[in-house]
């Protein structure tokens, strides 16, 4: 392990941080990937809680964790951490296994929920805490844990004691403290989860933007699908210990491989149906009797039970219903200001959801409109929820 304690932390040329056409790390790059899982399983003790998982992680990309609670995602970082035992497979750190090293010896930061700062240290104490442990002289350990301070805008606050700051800023502090020797990986466990919302809100950015200044590998666990969607190069979708896709939040979110992905990401609308002409285009007959023309990746067989999946964005309602009309009552409306959510009954036993802007006025539950989308804005499920392609 070389020895960083002489790297200051000052930005990295912005190359280290930006996003390529490979983004996350492809055999074709010659650079290591910061972070590799090769197949790895994990046990406790006869529950197999992570199965398979696979992901190469690209130097200086954030990746994102996502998935309900459960499905392994801490067990993942704690795998990298060396705080539990992988049953098989192999983790690698910098093209190198990390079985070879020692945990004390793992050039890890942490950030969790819970902030974990010792309460009866200073902040500055908490936050040059991972400086002492690598003997890190004084004088630079008092320049590096100033800097931290800066990057996480608390500058001055080295005296203060934890229970002296709200629950962002000791966060902050966690952060800093995470980031002060800088570690070869960052590993954020639902860091906002307990912030109220509008500082989960400004956290969101305040980490994008040190991860992005220092070029830092970013791992990050959340269960919230905005905060993916907002804060990662991409993200690993996954589910009771398996990934169900990995890719860039538009990927994920606009062509969901799976209807757990569709349904977890923004709850879209799933239209049951079966294929009654594939030719060109294909027309699926929905459970509720209309037929829609929807575009297919190849042609499917007449017969063939499928799931449309058309997210709540891509309807739209009255003059504005695209070439697939179907006829509603409109449940429930939620005024949003620029926009309203729509619940509709299209008849069958599923209602829609359509997200539309208010043209002129704000539709009233009980009213009948027009709903719908074009052949393009859908994906399209086989009838195990895989998307086809
Ligand atoms: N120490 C443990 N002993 C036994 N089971 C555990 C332990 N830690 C986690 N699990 C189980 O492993 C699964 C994954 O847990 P976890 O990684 O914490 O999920 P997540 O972080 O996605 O919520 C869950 O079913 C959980 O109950
Ligand atoms: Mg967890």
Do not use: W
């Amino acid at each position: 392990m070389p020895d960083r304690s002489e790297v200051s932390l000052s930005p990295r040329p912005a190359s280290a941080g930006a996003p390529s056409p490979a983004a996350g790390g492809s055999a074709s790059e010659a650079e290591k990937p910061a972070v590799e899982f090769r197949d790895i399983d994990i046990a406790y003790g006869k529950f197999v809680a992570v199965r398979d998982f696979s992901l190469s992680i690209r130097k200086g990309s954030f990746v994102t964790l996502l998935g309900p609670s459960g499905c392994g995602k801490t067990t993942i970082l704690r795998s990298i951490a060396g705080l539990v035992d992988i049953s098989g497979g192999q983790i690698m750190i910098d093209g190198r296994r990390v079985d070879d090293v020692p945990i004390y010896k793992r050039n890890i930061g942490l950030v969790f929920q819970s902030y974990a700062l010792f309460p009866h240290k200073t902040v500055f104490d908490n936050v040059a805490f991972g400086l002492k442990y690598r003997n890190v002289p004084k004088p630079e350990i008092a320049r590096r844990v100033g800097q931290a301070l800066d990057m996480v805008r608390l500058p001055g606050s080295e005296k203060k004691l934890p229970s002296q700051l709200s629950g962002g800023q000791q966060q902050r502090i966690a952060l800093a403290r995470a980031i002060v020797f800088e570690p070869q990986v960052l590993l954020l466990d639902e860091p906002l989860s307990a912030l109220d919302a509008n500082m989960r809100e400004e956290m969101r950015v305040e980490i994008k933007k040190i991860q992005k200044a220092t070029g830092i590998t970013a791992i990050f666990v959340t269960h919230d699908q905005e905060e993916a969607l907002s804060m990662s190069d991409r993200i690993v979708v996954m589910n009771a210990g398996s990934v169900e896709q990995i890719g860039t939040p538009e990927e994920v979110y606009e062509t969901p491989a799976t209807a757990f992905v569709a349904d977890f990401l923004g709850k879209a609308n799933m239209l049951a149906g079966t294929v009654s002409k594939s030719d060109g285009t294909t027309a699926v007959t929905l459970a509720a009797g209309q037929t829609v023309n929807v575009t297919s990746p190849r042609p499917l067989a007449s017969g063939s039970k499928v799931t449309v999946v058309v997210r709540p964005q891509k309807l739209s309602i009255g003059a504005m219903a695209g070439a697939n009309r179907l006829s509603g009552r409109v449940v429930s409306t939620s005024y949003l200001g620029g926009s309203a959510i729509y619940e509709i009954d299209i008849g069958g036993k599923t209602n829609v959801r359509a997200n539309a802007p208010i043209n002129g006025h704000v539709v009233r539950e009980g009213e009948t409109i027009e709903v719908g989308f074009d052949p393009g804005g859908c994906v399209l499920l086989d009838e195990s929820g895989q998307r086809i392609s």
